[in-house]
């Protein structure tokens, strides 16, 4: 994983934002029951724009250490009170950059710990969300993501060739549309759609105006526009990196669905034909349900949904700045040449 926002944060107001919002910002949180987080459920909140739809408008934080997968060996919905604190405890000491290995001497990562950064760069909320739900996912009922299909697992096969032969040192790199649209800054990690929490940046700001919404997630820097006027969609043909979403109003909840993906627009390994399905339900003034389905036939042998409350937060959003695009990505490509001679 490449840490491009790093160089944005050289910044000295983004410096300033680092050091005054860097403790862990997720707090506890009542959403309503995770068996079925629905906007008919939601609290009478009820405030609105002027032009009469729900009042979405802010900025959310949806950082939280609660995985997307329920994790192997557990077959439970929700932890109790003592399990949640073990379990933050210790997801936490597996993900810290700057934990050593004691037995092995010098500086090495614990097993299992990811990328070895220094652990200030992130901020990836340290607790699970406040209903100690195992995963983010509601169904299926175990917290997984269904089995991919014999075509996806091919193709994921021959992806984790490609990989193995680029730890060998044998890179992809004839244009730079041979690298990932990561290595481009065109689209993050958690960026979305839909918008998954990460090791950073887990902010996204709404704003709303007549017939539309928008959404500008802290990573990267696109801003989606969501039609909520009921104009059509896009022709078939057309196709764009964050695809073609449409609004409509469910009673309080705002329901978006985005098709006309790009093929290299892949979550989690979905096609081109996916469709998506995200609600966005106010639950009160600090709490904003989230919740979003995945429906690719091609990838996966079923839809599949997850839920995440998003907390209000009294901060900016500050730009968002990706240079490898401008420079790693020239060096990759020079490298390779290098390399072939």
């Given amino acids: 994983?490449?840490?491009?926002?790093?160089?944005?944060?050289?910044?000295?107001?983004?410096?300033?934002?680092?050091?005054?919002?860097?403790?862990?910002?997720?707090?506890?949180?009542?959403?309503?029951?995770?068996?079925?987080?629905?906007?008919?459920?939601?609290?009478?909140?009820?405030?609105?724009?002027?032009?009469?739809?729900?009042?979405?408008?802010?900025?959310?934080?949806?950082?939280?250490?609660?995985?997307?997968?329920?994790?192997?060996?557990?077959?439970?919905?929700?932890?109790?009170?003592?399990?949640?604190?073990?379990?933050?405890?210790?997801?936490?000491?597996?993900?810290?950059?700057?934990?050593?290995?004691?037995?092995?001497?010098?500086?090495?990562?614990?097993?299992?710990?990811?990328?070895?950064?220094?652990?200030?760069?992130?901020?990836?909320?340290?607790?699970?969300?406040?209903?100690?739900?195992?995963s983010l996912i509601i169904d299926p009922p175990d917290g997984r993501i269904p089995s991919l299909t014999p075509a996806a697992q091919k193709t994921l096969d021959a992806q984790a060739a490609i990989a193995r032969e680029e730890q060998l040192g044998r890179v992809r790199a004839d244009s730079p549309q041979s690298r990932s649209l990561a290595d481009r800054c065109i689209l993050g990690f958690n960026a979305g759609p839909p918008m998954t929490p990460g090791a950073y940046n887990n902010y996204v700001q709404i704003t709303q105006a007549p017939g539309l919404v928008t959404l500008l997630v802290e990573m990267v820097h696109d801003v989606r526009v969501v039609p909520v006027d009921g104009r059509p969609r896009l022709p078939s043909v057309i196709r764009q990196y964050k695809g073609d979403s449409r609004g409509r109003w469910d009673g309080r909840t705002l329901v978006i669905e985005t098709t006309n993906f790009l093929r290299e627009t892949s979550f989690r390994g979905s096609s081109a034909n996916l469709h998506l399905v995200e609600r966005f339900t106010r639950i009160d003034a600090n709490t904003l349900l989230y919740e979003f389905t995945v429906n690719d036939p091609g990838t996966w042998t079923r839809p599949w949904t997850a839920a995440i409350p998003m907390k209000k937060v009294d901060a900016p959003i500050y730009e968002y700045a990706c240079h490898e695009g401008n420079y790693a990505l020239r060096n990759i490509l020079a490298g390779a040449r290098a390399q072939e001679k």
């Fill in 1 to 134: 994983m490449r840490y491009r926002w790093l160089v944005s944060m050289c910044a000295p107001a983004v410096l300033l934002l680092i050091v005054s919002e860097f403790p862990p910002r997720l707090i506890a949180q009542t959403p309503p029951s995770a068996a079925a987080p629905s906007a008919k459920s939601a609290s009478g909140w009820s405030a609105r724009t002027p032009d009469g739809q729900f009042d979405l408008e802010g900025v959310w934080d949806f950082s939280t250490i609660t995985p997307l997968e329920r994790p192997n060996g557990l077959d439970k919905q929700t932890f109790t009170d003592e399990e949640a604190v073990a379990f933050e405890r210790e997801e936490n000491q597996r993900q810290n950059r700057d934990l050593i290995d004691s037995k092995k001497g010098g500086a090495q990562y614990l097993p299992g710990s990811v990328i070895p950064y220094n652990e200030f760069w992130y901020e990836r909320g340290n607790k699970i969300i406040g209903d100690k739900r195992t």
